[in-house]
């Protein structure tokens, strides 16, 4: 059975860092591409990067302040994120995107998902 379990979230004032981990058990990740996604009070889940094998990708809102990466012997995806800003403020999950499925960044295309961990960003 495939998990993905996420943490790292925490509370943290604006301009401040956090690094999340997701973790993934039941399933070698280092052939899928990865993403992360959030989601916001009221606000429907965004994606916000992704990585494969040939590189990465973020939402224009996090591009400069965010960076994903990935250690395929402890079989683990990071979300390093710094300069956070108040509307950063949202569950942020991981996921595994379903081979042949199509566009990084549609939360659709991806197959298993973690619980989330919430990440607040206070002033």
């Known amino acids: 059975q495939v998990q993905l379990v996420e943490s790292g979230g925490g509370l943290v004032q604006a301009g401040g860092s956090l690094r999340l981990s997701c973790a993934a058990s039941?399933?070698?990740?280092?052939?899928?591409?990865m993403g992360w996604f959030r989601q916001a009070p009221g606000k429907e889940r965004e994606f916000v990067a992704v990585?494969?094998?040939?590189?990465?990708d973020y939402a224009d809102s996090v591009k400069g302040r965010f960076t994903i990466s990935r250690d395929n012997a402890k079989n683990t995806v990071f979300l390093q994120m710094n300069s956070l800003k108040l509307e950063d403020t949202a569950v942020y999950y991981c996921a595994i995107h379903r081979k042949g499925s199509g566009s990084y960044f549609h939360e659709g295309s991806y197959e298993y998902w973690g619980q989330g961990t919430q990440v607040t960003v206070s002033s």
């Open positions: 039941g399933h070698i990740i280092a052939m899928d591409a």
């Open positions: 990585i494969d094998w040939s590189g990465s």
